[in-house]
């Protein structure tokens, strides 16, 4: 490990299964091994794809904390957690509400997924919180007073009705009437935007999201750009090589 002392400007991280001053149960092994094994790559350890991406977060955040702060710190990474993060609501529904959660598409439950509207589609995304104001928004605050409704999660039965209701009301509006009303409700819904739509969406506007590049096949064309900076600045930007475009040059 390195000496804070010695060097105190510089940073230095550790990524260990679970964490270095832990240690870990067969049975925790055993319960995480099949979605750490769902995170490896062919021919590789358990958990290699999750580890490489928290190896990457880990050195960005400790150099970003040594050039802001002047000085270094020790960070530790433990797999476990990071794989257990992954499976998100999955582990705690099993463990404290005895859920077995299944695959479910688009829509997790009738609060929790993408719906049709009067000119395209929204989204909507409320955590157990969150639904009442999500009911209130579609004109039924009714439904508060229904503990079936208001738990959808331990409820699945509730979501054929509360999803009948929620399309009703989506569908009597446009993208833009359903964002503007839940906001007054504080109710996450979110317009999605059709490709043509963001072109001219006024935010990616103004932070100079799009860029123009010349392609010798497809002309003038806008792509995105990066949506962040380094040091204030936003990185070289270059049009992907045609196919075969630089075969000579490599081979020689």
């Not at 833009?176 to 506007?205: C, G, K, N, V, Y």
């Amino acid at each position: 490990m390195l000496d804070h002392a010695v060097r105190p400007d510089r940073p230095a991280g550790a990524l260990a299964r679970h964490g270095a001053d832990c240690r870990s149960g067969r049975w925790t092994a055993h319960a995480l091994r099949r979605p750490r094994s769902r995170a490896a790559e062919d021919g590789r350890l358990p958990g290699t794809r999750t580890g490489r991406a928290a190896r990457v977060l880990l050195a960005r955040t400790t150099l970003f904390a040594a050039k802001r702060d002047g000085a270094g710190d020790h960070l530790d990474i433990s797999m476990q957690e990071a794989q257990a993060a992954s499976l998100e609501a999955a582990g705690p529904n099993a463990m404290v509400r005895g859920i077995d959660s299944e695959r479910a598409g688009n829509q997790a439950r009738a609060v929790w997924g993408i719906y049709p509207c009067a000119d395209g589609y929204v989204g909507v995304a409320a955590m157990a919180r969150q639904t009442g104001s999500v009911y209130q928004c579609i004109e039924h605050p009714e439904l508060l007073e229904s503990p079936v409704l208001m738990d959808l999660t331990s409820n699945p039965e509730g979501n054929e009705v509360a999803s009948a209701l929620i399309t009703e009301w989506t569908m009597a509006h446009s993208a833009q009437e359903i964002f503007d009303i839940s906001h007054r409700h504080r109710a996450p819904f979110s317009l999605i935007a059709t490709p043509a739509q963001l072109l001219e969406w006024e935010p990616l506007l103004k932070r100079g999201f799009w860029k123009t590049l010349d392609h010798p096949e497809l002309g003038q064309h806008l792509v995105p750009d990066l949506p962040f900076s380094l040091d204030g600045e936003r990185g070289a930007f270059e049009r992907a090589p045609l196919l075969g475009e630089h075969t000579e040059e490599v081979l020689r």
